[in-house]
């Protein structure tokens, strides 16, 4: 946060990323044996008489090459959180590199977060009536830890005197 002033006390301080695909080297592993185990079955079908099958057996590679590419762009998405005594910050960087600002006022900031054990279930921040929805990509533990630690942070942010 380069426009965050030098003197702001930080109460909060996160970067939000999904969990990080498989390394490239292990991705063209796993290709590699797709492709050479589909490559063989098609052979086999050819041989069996039954070729019309064989360009449908090599579309399975290239499904699971569009998967791990795709898997790999939404991982670079990531969220920046920065909680001092006057505002929050959430920054959100979309894949393609794009950053989007919120500034919210702390006071009257409170974190939704009802039920954390079921599957897809929103951390979210609330305040007078807007919502904005924050570590979506995380597991239900890390958004139940983060749900905890943002509400201590509030906490902390209400009952800091400014300087």
């Keep these: 946060m380069s426009d965050r002033p030098p003197h702001a006390r930080v109460l909060f301080d996160a970067i939000l990323e999904p969990n990080r695909p498989m390394p490239p080297a292990r991705i063209f592993a796993v290709l590699g044996f797709v492709a050479l185990f589909s490559f063989s079955a098609g052979i086999l079908f050819m041989l069996q008489g039954a070729w019309p099958v064989v360009p449908f057996i090599g579309v399975d590679v290239l499904v699971l090459g569009i998967a791990f590419a795709a898997c790999g762009r939404a991982a670079r998405k990531r969220e920046h959180l920065v909680l001092t005594p006057e505002r929050l910050i959430i920054e959100r960087i979309a894949p393609n590199g794009q950053t989007s600002r919120e500034e919210i ?42 749900a905890e630690a943002l509400r201590d942070a509030l906490y902390k942010a209400r009952n800091t005197l400014p300087t």
């Design 105 to 146: 006022d702390p006071y009257w900031l409170r974190v939704e977060h009802q039920d954390p054990e079921r599957i897809g279930s929103d951390l979210a921040l609330v305040a007078r009536g807007r919502r904005w929805v924050i570590g979506s990509f995380l597991g239900a533990d890390e958004r139940a830890s983060l």
